[in-house]
């Protein structure tokens, strides 16, 4: 009797400590300042407690390990801690490995062809209650963009040119390859006249009637402009291809070709998103106001929190680029910031932090999940401190995160130290 309670007990420790291992939230050590070396090793702690995923049939890539692996990009970038590129590099290697023309040759839907992508098995989309294989342009974009960033981390620094990777092989190789990687899938799936519309200069859903089956869009968006949040993310994508190709001073005429592109995306946005006064906010400021895409529904429009994040995140990466200078100026940039501030947050007097659905300020009914992509705003800090004193840097101090939103930890202390940096 006594060794069955001894059991017992050990049985409810050990669920305990299991329990708080899965509830364990991950906070910045403070809300100002330079990132810590301990820091660093909490983020790094976080990616390595990630669940593994081995492809991208369920989106895991594309919603998860892409993220994290950002965050480990943007943490290199500001500290230049060199176990966080090595690491990218190492999750890279196997997400590439994991790619669908060198793993199972999947013959996608749509496109009809065994592309240089990551396709889902999403149940969502299917046709007889079988999953097809399927991607969309942001699915692509979100596992592009760390493979591109990191390639452009690596060539930008001289020191790295003649130094040897972990696997034998040297950096710059591994990032001249990982830059061609990225571009084959941008130039066979993206750019294919079935997603890219030449004469518009636009991404769009797929032309071809059989999107509406799985239901990935109505017929009547068929063959129109993507959503914002979409174009921009890959051309933030595109972009890192770009700087990266710059400074490997190659392929001008793909440099030119994509800044064209990414531009036409930028002004696309700007046609459709509108500067709007607030009088009630008695505030002489304006917001930004857009909806969902350009041919939304009723229940689409205005854009939602989550994927107006995305859009904010790809407007304040690809603003760094002094060429886009006319596209993306200060203004636009301090009314997205407005528009967070003033319509999206809400602090209530106990310090719990609550979020607006929708940028216009309205329903505030919101599933975790998009209550924590509230973080993806930001960038936006660096543009206006209040986003970081008043929302970003709080919450991330005294809430934090869990593993699965760790990459939220990673943009936060990055964007603390660039703020540091600049004060």
Known sequence: MRKSIIIFIQLVIFLSSFSL??????????SLGLASESEITKYLEIVSKAALIKDNYSRGFSWNYANYLMGLGRLYQVTGDPRLLNTMIERIEFMLSRRNDRHE?????????????????????????????????????????????????????????????????????????????????VEMFALSPLWFDQGKGLFIHANNPDLARIQEVPLKKVGQPIAYNRALTMSSAMQYIVLANEVAEQ???????????????????????????????????????????????????????????????????????????????????????????????????????????????????????????????????????????????????KIGVNVKSGAYYALGLAVRHELALRD
């Open 21 to 30: 291992f899965a509830e364990t939230h991950y906070k910045l050590e403070k």
């Open 105 to 185: 040759k999947l013959t996608l839907y749509i496109d009809g062809k065994v592309l240089p992508v990551w396709p889902s098995l999403y149940k969502k989309w299917s046709i007889n209650n079988q999953p097809v294989a399927f991607t969309n342009i942001l699915m692509t974009a979100n596992i592009l963009q760390p493979i591109a960033y990191a390639s452009w981390l690596i060539l930008k620094e001289d020191k790295l040119v003649g130094l040897v990777g972990s696997n034998g092989e040297s950096y710059r190789n591994i990032a001249l390859r990982f830059l061609s990687d990225a571009t084959e899938s």
């Open 251 to 397: 392929n001008p005429q793909t440099v030119s070709r994509y800044r064209k592109i990414v531009s036409d995306q930028l002004q696309y946005f700007k046609r459709n998103a509108d500067s709007i006064n607030e009088p009630k906010l008695n505030l002489a400021k304006e917001i930004l106001f857009w909806n969902f895409d350009e041919i939304s529904d009723v229940e689409t429009k205005p854009d939602d929190i989550l994927h107006g994040g995305l859009v904010s995140a790809a407007l304040m990466g690809i603003s760094r680029d002094d060429f886009y200078r006319d596209s993306i100026d200060s203004n636009l940039l301090q009314q997205m910031a407005n528009t967070y501030l003033y319509k999206l947050r809400q602090i209530e007097p106990n310090t719990r932090h609550l979020f607006k659905h929708y940028i216009d300020g309205s329903k505030t009914e919101l599933i975790e999940a998009k209550r924590l992509s509230n973080l993806n705003w930001c960038h936006l800090s660096l543009i206006e401190q209040k986003v970081w004193d008043l929302s970003c840097g709080p919450q991330l101090t």
